[in-house]
Every structure is written in structure tokens, then in C-alpha cells.
């Protein structure tokens, strides 16, 4: 595991060494990676370049096929661009941020780790910081945002059935944070030990199609479990 960590921070570092003169600022890590959670041979690795506005946005594309072509040992090498103008509040140019919205990107920047560039923080940033209770809200919105609201109907894969458990792991983190129950990252190890009744169900679940490589008719023949939690979540939407 390591191993890996060191491989994708030396890859990383070559990407910014040859696209900083274009307005790449920084390259961060997020996600498993920087967690316990963290398998090589499932788990996504999830890095950010943070970019002025005069980056091309094909040159993502480019990216990710130099890191595939130049390190096919790490599995699913994932980058994506942001904006520093998204951040603050401009009109959305990336992936990432038209399928996360920038406030819970600028919620979760200081849990991502620099791996070259400037080091930013919340503060260098317009969009304001929300409440645990707001990002809580954001992201079960994004069940109607991403035709979630019906389980069985989902499709399969990323965009589909693992983003919306990915989602649902956050939603019950930020219902923790908003009892007083703190990490010092975000990990769903974490998660799962924090929770109790109906989510740690829901937890245990999720986890568990994690381990089996998000399999997609493991989470079919759950569907009717999901749908009644993500019921229980649309009608608790604040007003």
C-alpha cells in the first residue's frame, strides 16, 4: 500500500512538473487513498489539480491517459480538474464540479493532502463554508439531480448505483458531524464504527458491496433495503 502511495505522488509530481507553466497551481490527493480503507487492487485513487481559468479543459483527458499509459500498476488512476473560479462561485467548467458541487468541494479541501503546488485553504476562496446540515441536504438533492430516487431503476456503475452509495456514506457523515462526532478525515471505516441502527445497516451494506467490487446484483437484490432508506432521506429534506 505504500508502494502505491509513493508511485502515485511521483506520478503526480510529473504531471504538475510539465503543466504548471499552463496554470496547473496544485495537485492534491483525496479520497481512500490517504485512509486505512485504502485496497490497491479496488479502490479508486482520486487525485485534484487546481487550476486558473486559461487550463484547457481536454487536457484532463490527457492526463488521465498519461498516468494509465505511464503507470497501468495502479489501478483505476483517476484526476480531475477544478477551478479555482468555480470555487468561487463562477460559471462550473470541470467534470468534478458539475458532479459535485463546488461547496462540498471547498467543505472537503482540508481533508485533502498537497502532494506539489500552493497549498490552499477554505479561506483563499469566495464560495461560503455550509453548515453540516446544508451539505447534508446538497447531497440528497443530488438524488433527484442524478435520477436516484427510484433504487431499482439505477444504473450500473460510476454515475449509477456506486456514486449513489458513495453519496449516502457522506450523507451519514455529515449527520454525524452534526451531533458533535468528529474524524479527522473522512473515511467510511470511520463511518461504520460511528454509526447505529438503520445507518449501520445501511453502512454495513455498502461496505460490504465495496469489498465485492461494487457488485451491481448484489446491490439489485437489495434494492427494496436502499429504497426504503432513501425514502427515509427525501422526506427529511430541510424546507
Known amino acids: 500500500?505504500?508502494?502505491?502511495?509513493?508511485?502515485?505522488?511521483?506520478?503526480?509530481?510529473?504531471?504538475?512538473e510539465k503543466y504548471s507553466s499552463l496554470g496547473l497551481e496544485s495537485v492534491y490527493l483525496d479520497g481512500s487513498i490517504l485512509t486505512k480503507d485504502f485496497n490497491p487492487e479496488v479502490s479508486d485513487v482520486d487525485s485534484i489539480g487546481i487550476v486558473d481559468d486559461s487550463f484547457p479543459?481536454?487536457?484532463?483527458?490527457?492526463?488521465?491517459?498519461?498516468?494509465?499509459k505511464e503507470y497501468p500498476q495502479i489501478r483505476k488512476f483517476g484526476f480531475r480538474l477544478l477551478y479555482k473560479s468555480e470555487l468561487n462561485g463562477d460559471q462550473i467548467k470541470s467534470f468534478l464540479a458539475s458532479v459535485i458541487q463546488p461547496e462540498l468541494l471547498l467543505f472537503a479541501l482540508p481533508d485533502w493532502e498537497l502532494v506539489?503546488?500552493?497549498?490552499?485553504?477554505?479561506?483563499?476562496?469566495?464560495?461560503?463554508?455550509?453548515s453540516y446540515r446544508e451539505l447534508r441536504d446538497m447531497e440528497i438533492r443530488n438524488f433527484y439531480k442524478f435520477n436516484w430516487t427510484e433504487v431499482s431503476k439505477i444504473k450500473e456503475g460510476y454515475g449509477g448505483h456506486i456514486n449513489l452509495l458513495k453519496t449516502i456514506i457522506h450523507i451519514i457523515d455529515f449527520e454525524q458531524k452534526e451531533k458533535g462526532i468528529m474524524n479527522n478525515?473522512?473515511?467510511?471505516?470511520?463511518?461504520?464504527?460511528?454509526?447505529?441502527?438503520?445507518?449501520?445497516?445501511?453502512?454495513?451494506?455498502?461496505?460490504?458491496?465495496?469489498?465485492?467490487?461494487?457488485?451491481?446484483?448484489?446491490?439489485?437484490?437489495?434494492?427494496?433495503?436502499?429504497?426504503?432508506?432513501?425514502?427515509?432521506?427525501?422526506?427529511?429534506?430541510?424546507?
Open 116 to 130: 506539489i503546488g500552493k497549498s490552499f485553504s477554505q479561506k483563499d476562496f469566495k464560495l461560503p463554508i455550509l
Open 185 to 239: 478525515i473522512f473515511s467510511p471505516l470511520l463511518v461504520l464504527h460511528n454509526t447505529e441502527g438503520e445507518a449501520k445497516e445501511i453502512m454495513e451494506f455498502i461496505m460490504e458491496n465495496k469489498k465485492n467490487n461494487w457488485d451491481y446484483s448484489m446491490f439489485q437484490n437489495n434494492s427494496a433495503f436502499l429504497q426504503k432508506y432513501v425514502n427515509k432521506l427525501l422526506s427529511s429534506l430541510s424546507s
Open 1 to 16: 500500500m505504500e508502494e502505491t502511495r509513493k508511485q502515485v505522488k511521483e506520478a503526480l509530481r510529473k504531471v504538475y
Open 57 to 68: 479543459t481536454n487536457l484532463e483527458d490527457v492526463i488521465k491517459n498519461f498516468l494509465a
